[in-house]
Protein backbone atom coordinates (compact mmCIF):
# COMPACT_ATOMS: atom_id res chain seq x y z
CA UNK A 1 0.00 0.00 0.00
CA UNK A 2 0.86 3.86 -0.24
CA UNK A 3 1.44 5.32 2.72
CA UNK A 4 1.01 9.09 3.24
CA UNK A 5 3.91 10.51 5.91
CA UNK A 6 2.67 14.19 7.32
CA UNK A 7 4.95 16.98 6.79
CA UNK A 8 5.07 18.06 10.08
CA UNK A 9 3.76 16.49 14.02
CA UNK A 10 0.25 17.00 15.21
CA UNK A 11 -3.25 15.64 14.62
CA UNK A 12 -4.70 14.59 11.19
CA UNK A 13 -6.92 17.51 11.36
CA UNK A 14 -4.23 19.46 11.38
CA UNK A 15 -1.22 18.55 9.13
CA UNK A 16 -1.51 20.17 6.12
CA UNK A 17 0.45 17.76 3.42
CA UNK A 18 1.60 14.61 3.64
CA UNK A 19 4.98 12.79 1.57
CA UNK A 20 4.36 9.75 -0.47
CA UNK A 21 6.02 6.69 0.95
CA UNK A 22 6.23 2.55 0.27
CA UNK A 23 3.99 1.07 2.88
CA UNK A 24 3.39 -3.03 3.72
CA UNK A 25 5.10 -4.81 6.38
CA UNK A 26 5.98 -7.84 4.03
CA UNK A 27 7.39 -5.19 1.34
CA UNK A 28 9.15 -3.33 3.64
CA UNK A 29 10.84 -6.49 4.51
CA UNK A 30 11.34 -7.42 1.05
CA UNK A 31 12.95 -4.06 0.46
CA UNK A 32 15.55 -4.36 3.19
CA UNK A 33 16.56 -7.77 2.42
CA UNK A 34 17.23 -6.77 -1.07
CA UNK A 35 19.08 -3.69 -0.31
CA UNK A 36 21.18 -5.84 1.98
CA UNK A 37 22.12 -8.41 -0.89
CA UNK A 38 19.68 -10.81 -0.85
CA UNK A 39 17.27 -12.07 -3.59
CA UNK A 40 13.78 -11.77 -2.67
CA UNK A 41 10.29 -11.55 -4.48
CA UNK A 42 7.66 -10.07 -3.42
CA UNK A 43 4.02 -11.57 -4.36
CA UNK A 44 0.77 -9.20 -3.99
CA UNK A 45 -1.68 -7.23 -5.80
CA UNK A 46 -2.02 -3.35 -6.38
CA UNK A 47 -4.79 -1.55 -8.41
CA UNK A 48 -4.33 -1.06 -12.15
CA UNK A 49 -3.61 3.07 -11.18
CA UNK A 50 -1.08 5.25 -10.39
CA UNK A 51 -0.39 4.46 -6.86
CA UNK A 52 -0.31 0.59 -8.11
CA UNK A 53 2.66 2.05 -10.77
CA UNK A 54 4.09 3.80 -7.93
CA UNK A 55 4.65 0.64 -5.84
CA UNK A 56 5.71 -1.74 -8.32
CA UNK A 57 8.28 0.98 -9.42
CA UNK A 58 9.64 2.23 -6.26
CA UNK A 59 9.87 -1.48 -5.13
CA UNK A 60 11.85 -2.78 -7.77
CA UNK A 61 14.00 -0.31 -7.36
CA UNK A 62 15.67 -2.03 -4.18
CA UNK A 63 16.12 -4.97 -6.24
CA UNK A 64 13.18 -6.78 -5.23
CA UNK A 65 11.54 -8.99 -8.12
CA UNK A 66 8.55 -7.60 -8.84
CA UNK A 67 7.43 -10.07 -11.58
CA UNK A 68 4.56 -11.86 -9.50
CA UNK A 69 2.72 -8.50 -8.31
CA UNK A 70 -1.22 -9.15 -9.66
CA UNK A 71 -2.27 -5.68 -10.91
CA UNK A 72 -5.66 -5.40 -10.19
CA UNK A 73 -8.50 -3.27 -12.63
CA UNK A 74 -11.26 -3.49 -10.50
CA UNK A 75 -9.92 -2.56 -6.78
CA UNK A 76 -8.04 0.14 -6.09
CA UNK A 77 -4.11 0.47 -4.39
CA UNK A 78 -4.52 0.19 -0.66
CA UNK A 79 -3.85 4.01 1.12
CA UNK A 80 -2.71 4.66 4.86
CA UNK A 81 -2.42 8.11 6.62
CA UNK A 82 -0.54 8.19 10.11
CA UNK A 83 0.76 10.90 12.17
CA UNK A 84 4.47 11.51 13.06
CA UNK A 85 3.88 10.40 16.42
CA UNK A 86 4.44 7.02 17.78
CA UNK A 87 2.89 4.04 17.86
CA UNK A 88 2.69 3.49 21.72
CA UNK A 89 1.57 6.89 22.26
CA UNK A 90 -1.80 8.77 22.97
CA UNK A 91 -1.43 11.09 19.80
CA UNK A 92 -0.53 8.29 17.36
CA UNK A 93 -3.38 8.66 14.50
CA UNK A 94 -3.48 5.86 11.72
CA UNK A 95 -6.19 5.57 9.33
CA UNK A 96 -6.03 2.84 6.51
CA UNK A 97 -8.08 2.61 3.68
CA UNK A 98 -7.72 -1.18 2.15
CA UNK A 99 -11.40 -2.10 2.33
CA UNK A 100 -11.82 -3.19 -1.30
CA UNK A 101 -8.08 -2.60 -2.51
CA UNK A 102 -6.53 -4.82 -4.49
CA UNK A 103 -4.53 -6.71 -2.00
CA UNK A 104 -7.53 -7.87 0.08
CA UNK A 105 -8.77 -10.07 -2.94
CA UNK A 106 -5.67 -11.58 -2.67
CA UNK A 107 -6.43 -15.73 -1.88
CA UNK A 108 -5.66 -19.19 -2.41
CA UNK A 109 -6.98 -19.34 -6.36
CA UNK A 110 -5.14 -16.25 -6.77
CA UNK A 111 -1.43 -16.50 -6.12
CA UNK A 112 1.05 -18.53 -7.86
CA UNK A 113 2.20 -21.46 -5.47
CA UNK A 114 5.77 -21.98 -7.12
CA UNK A 115 6.13 -18.25 -6.60
CA UNK A 116 5.88 -18.25 -3.02
CA UNK A 117 7.81 -21.54 -2.19
CA UNK A 118 10.59 -20.71 -4.86
CA UNK A 119 12.90 -19.22 -2.20
CA UNK A 120 14.42 -20.87 1.52
CA UNK A 121 12.09 -18.52 3.27
CA UNK A 122 8.71 -17.50 2.92
CA UNK A 123 7.81 -14.34 4.93
CA UNK A 124 3.81 -13.56 6.23
CA UNK A 125 2.27 -10.79 8.68
CA UNK A 126 -0.96 -10.42 10.50
CA UNK A 127 -1.71 -7.51 8.90
CA UNK A 128 -2.46 -9.60 5.44
CA UNK A 129 -5.15 -12.12 7.75
CA UNK A 130 -7.43 -8.78 8.49
CA UNK A 131 -7.99 -7.69 4.99
CA UNK A 132 -10.47 -10.14 3.98
CA UNK A 133 -11.54 -13.61 4.24
CA UNK A 134 -9.82 -14.95 1.52
CA UNK A 135 -6.83 -13.32 2.66
CA UNK A 136 -7.17 -15.13 5.79
CA UNK A 137 -7.95 -18.28 3.83
CA UNK A 138 -4.22 -17.66 1.97
CA UNK A 139 -2.52 -17.12 5.53
CA UNK A 140 -3.81 -20.71 6.89
CA UNK A 141 -3.14 -22.58 3.34
CA UNK A 142 0.63 -21.14 3.57
CA UNK A 143 0.64 -21.66 7.45
CA UNK A 144 -0.59 -25.27 6.89
CA UNK A 145 2.36 -27.92 6.89
CA UNK A 146 2.94 -29.61 3.60
CA UNK A 147 5.65 -31.51 2.09
CA UNK A 148 8.62 -29.26 0.38
CA UNK A 149 7.58 -25.85 2.20
CA UNK A 150 10.45 -23.03 2.92
CA UNK A 151 10.45 -21.80 6.08
CA UNK A 152 8.17 -19.92 7.18
CA UNK A 153 7.86 -16.33 8.67
CA UNK A 154 5.57 -14.67 10.63
CA UNK A 155 5.24 -11.76 12.17
CA UNK A 156 2.11 -11.22 13.93
CA UNK A 157 1.53 -6.99 13.83
CA UNK A 158 -1.31 -7.01 15.09
CA UNK A 159 -3.84 -4.17 14.54
CA UNK A 160 -6.68 -3.83 16.21
CA UNK A 161 -7.76 -1.08 14.02
CA UNK A 162 -7.46 -3.45 10.59
CA UNK A 163 -10.00 -6.34 12.07
CA UNK A 164 -13.60 -3.72 11.92
CA UNK A 165 -15.97 -6.55 12.60
CA UNK A 166 -13.56 -9.09 13.29
CA UNK A 167 -11.64 -8.00 16.08
CA UNK A 168 -13.18 -10.17 18.84
CA UNK A 169 -11.90 -13.29 16.53
CA UNK A 170 -8.28 -12.26 15.63
CA UNK A 171 -5.82 -13.29 18.62
CA UNK A 172 -7.51 -16.56 18.16
CA UNK A 173 -6.82 -16.45 14.15
CA UNK A 174 -3.42 -14.76 14.70
CA UNK A 175 -2.33 -17.38 17.38
CA UNK A 176 -3.38 -20.21 15.07
CA UNK A 177 -1.50 -18.68 12.34
CA UNK A 178 1.84 -18.37 14.52
CA UNK A 179 1.09 -22.03 15.45
CA UNK A 180 1.88 -22.98 12.10
CA UNK A 181 4.76 -21.19 11.00
CA UNK A 182 8.36 -22.04 11.83
CA UNK A 183 9.41 -18.30 12.85
CA UNK A 184 7.82 -16.16 14.88
CA UNK A 185 8.33 -12.26 15.78
CA UNK A 186 5.74 -10.65 18.07
CA UNK A 187 6.37 -7.75 20.56
CA UNK A 188 5.71 -8.23 24.34
CA UNK A 189 3.03 -5.75 24.35
CA UNK A 190 1.26 -7.45 21.29
CA UNK A 191 1.14 -10.79 23.16
CA UNK A 192 -0.42 -8.98 26.12
CA UNK A 193 -3.01 -6.95 23.68
CA UNK A 194 -3.65 -10.20 21.61
CA UNK A 195 -3.65 -13.14 24.17
CA UNK A 196 -3.66 -11.79 27.71
CA UNK A 197 0.06 -13.22 28.13
CA UNK A 198 2.01 -11.24 30.55
CA UNK A 199 4.89 -12.12 32.59
CA UNK A 200 7.74 -11.76 29.97
CA UNK A 201 9.26 -13.67 27.29
CA UNK A 202 8.93 -16.98 29.11
CA UNK A 203 5.58 -16.93 29.52
CA UNK A 204 4.85 -15.84 25.37
CA UNK A 205 7.20 -19.15 24.74
CA UNK A 206 5.08 -21.32 26.85
CA UNK A 207 1.71 -20.27 25.56
CA UNK A 208 3.57 -20.30 21.74
CA UNK A 209 5.80 -23.38 22.38
CA UNK A 210 5.09 -24.93 18.38
CA UNK A 211 7.38 -22.43 16.30
CA UNK A 212 10.88 -23.67 16.00
CA UNK A 213 11.75 -19.85 16.85
CA UNK A 214 10.63 -17.83 18.24
CA UNK A 215 11.90 -14.18 18.45
CA UNK A 216 10.15 -11.88 21.19
CA UNK A 217 11.09 -8.42 20.99
CA UNK A 218 11.06 -6.57 24.25
CA UNK A 219 10.86 -2.61 22.93
CA UNK A 220 13.36 -0.86 23.78
CA UNK A 221 14.96 -3.14 26.05
CA UNK A 222 15.92 -5.95 23.80
CA UNK A 223 14.72 -9.53 22.07
CA UNK A 224 15.00 -12.59 23.21
CA UNK A 225 15.30 -15.73 20.48
CA UNK A 226 14.09 -18.95 21.13
CA UNK A 227 15.09 -22.07 19.37
CA UNK A 228 14.46 -25.24 19.49
CA UNK A 229 16.50 -27.74 21.74
CA UNK A 230 18.53 -24.76 22.72
CA UNK A 231 18.86 -22.09 25.24
CA UNK A 232 16.80 -18.99 25.26
CA UNK A 233 19.43 -15.92 24.05
CA UNK A 234 18.83 -12.28 24.73
CA UNK A 235 20.59 -9.15 23.09
CA UNK A 236 19.84 -5.83 23.77
CA UNK A 237 18.56 -2.88 22.15
CA UNK A 238 20.86 -0.32 21.09
CA UNK A 239 20.59 3.28 21.83
CA UNK A 240 19.28 5.42 19.24
CA UNK A 241 18.81 9.14 17.88
CA UNK A 242 14.69 8.48 16.36
CA UNK A 243 13.75 10.53 13.71
CA UNK A 244 10.97 8.41 13.11
CA UNK A 245 9.68 5.81 15.26
CA UNK A 246 8.41 3.73 12.34
CA UNK A 247 9.40 0.67 9.98
CA UNK A 248 10.96 -0.70 13.12
CA UNK A 249 9.85 -4.12 13.89
CA UNK A 250 9.97 -4.72 9.86
CA UNK A 251 13.52 -3.23 9.80
CA UNK A 252 14.04 -6.02 12.87
CA UNK A 253 12.77 -8.89 10.79
CA UNK A 254 14.22 -8.40 7.89
CA UNK A 255 17.95 -8.26 9.91
CA UNK A 256 17.40 -11.41 11.78
CA UNK A 257 16.59 -12.99 8.61
CA UNK A 258 19.43 -12.23 6.79
CA UNK A 259 21.39 -13.25 9.27
CA UNK A 260 19.66 -16.24 9.41
CA UNK A 261 19.66 -16.63 5.55
CA UNK A 262 23.66 -16.33 6.59
CA UNK A 263 24.01 -18.98 8.97
CA UNK A 264 24.78 -16.42 11.93
CA UNK A 265 24.39 -17.40 15.49
CA UNK A 266 21.17 -16.62 17.59
CA UNK A 267 23.04 -13.53 19.37
CA UNK A 268 24.24 -12.38 16.08
CA UNK A 269 21.08 -12.74 14.43
CA UNK A 270 19.24 -10.27 17.31
CA UNK A 271 22.13 -7.99 16.74
CA UNK A 272 21.42 -7.67 13.28
CA UNK A 273 17.96 -7.17 13.80
CA UNK A 274 19.18 -4.28 16.30
CA UNK A 275 21.05 -3.08 13.37
CA UNK A 276 18.43 -2.85 10.50
CA UNK A 277 15.88 -0.95 13.40
CA UNK A 278 18.25 1.24 13.96
CA UNK A 279 18.99 2.20 10.82
CA UNK A 280 14.43 2.01 10.00
CA UNK A 281 14.79 4.85 13.11
CA UNK A 282 17.08 7.26 12.25
CA UNK A 283 15.43 8.31 8.81
CA UNK A 284 12.00 9.60 8.29
CA UNK A 285 9.81 6.94 6.57
CA UNK A 286 9.30 3.40 6.74
CA UNK A 287 12.32 2.14 4.91
CA UNK A 288 16.04 2.91 4.85
CA UNK A 289 19.01 1.79 3.21
CA UNK A 290 20.93 -0.67 5.34
CA UNK A 291 24.44 0.02 6.48
CA UNK A 292 26.90 -2.15 4.21
CA UNK A 293 27.49 -5.43 5.17
CA UNK A 294 30.89 -5.04 6.60
CA UNK A 295 29.86 -1.80 8.64
CA UNK A 296 26.85 -4.21 9.80
CA UNK A 297 29.06 -7.42 10.59
CA UNK A 298 32.37 -4.91 12.42
CA UNK A 299 29.40 -3.84 14.69
CA UNK A 300 27.72 -6.73 15.05
CA UNK A 301 31.17 -8.45 16.32
CA UNK A 302 31.15 -5.75 19.28
CA UNK A 303 32.16 -7.32 22.64
CA UNK A 304 29.32 -6.81 24.99
CA UNK A 305 30.92 -3.51 26.85
CA UNK A 306 31.02 -1.63 23.58
CA UNK A 307 27.95 -2.93 22.23
CA UNK A 308 26.12 -1.85 25.22
CA UNK A 309 27.82 1.87 24.90
CA UNK A 310 27.21 2.61 21.30
CA UNK A 311 24.63 5.30 20.11
CA UNK A 312 23.29 5.63 16.94
CA UNK A 313 21.80 8.68 15.09
CA UNK A 314 21.29 9.87 11.21
CA UNK A 315 24.10 9.16 9.30
CA UNK A 316 25.42 5.77 10.96
CA UNK A 317 24.85 4.08 7.69
CA UNK A 318 26.89 5.80 5.93
CA UNK A 319 29.86 3.69 7.54
CA UNK A 320 31.54 6.70 10.05
CA UNK A 321 33.87 5.20 12.05
CA UNK A 322 32.38 4.30 15.79
CA UNK A 323 34.15 5.00 18.59
CA UNK A 324 33.85 1.86 20.56
CA UNK A 325 36.90 2.69 23.01
CA UNK A 326 35.64 5.39 25.11
CA UNK A 327 33.65 4.34 28.39
CA UNK A 328 31.20 7.18 27.64
CA UNK A 329 28.07 6.30 24.67
CA UNK A 330 29.63 6.24 21.38
CA UNK A 331 27.98 8.16 18.50
CA UNK A 332 28.60 7.94 14.87
Keep these: MVTFLPSRAGRLADVPSFDRGIGGAESNVACALAAAGHRTRWVSRVGADGFGDHLVEAIARYGVDTRCVGRDPHRPTGIYFRTADDRDTDAHEVL ?46 LTAPRPGRPLVSFDVNYRPGLW ?10 LLDLARGADLVFVGEDEAADA ?50 PVGAGDAF ?80
Design 96 to 141: YYRAGSAASAMAPRSVDRDALDGGRILHLSGITAALSADCLALLRE
Design 164 to 173: SGEASESPRV
Design 195 to 244: WDVTGGPDAIRAALPEPATLVVKQGSGGATVYTEGEPAVFQAALKVDVVA
Design 253 to 332: AAGFLSATLRGLTADQRLRHGHLMAAAALTVPGDLATPPAREHTDRLAALDAEAWGTLRLGPGWTDGVPVNTEAKEEART
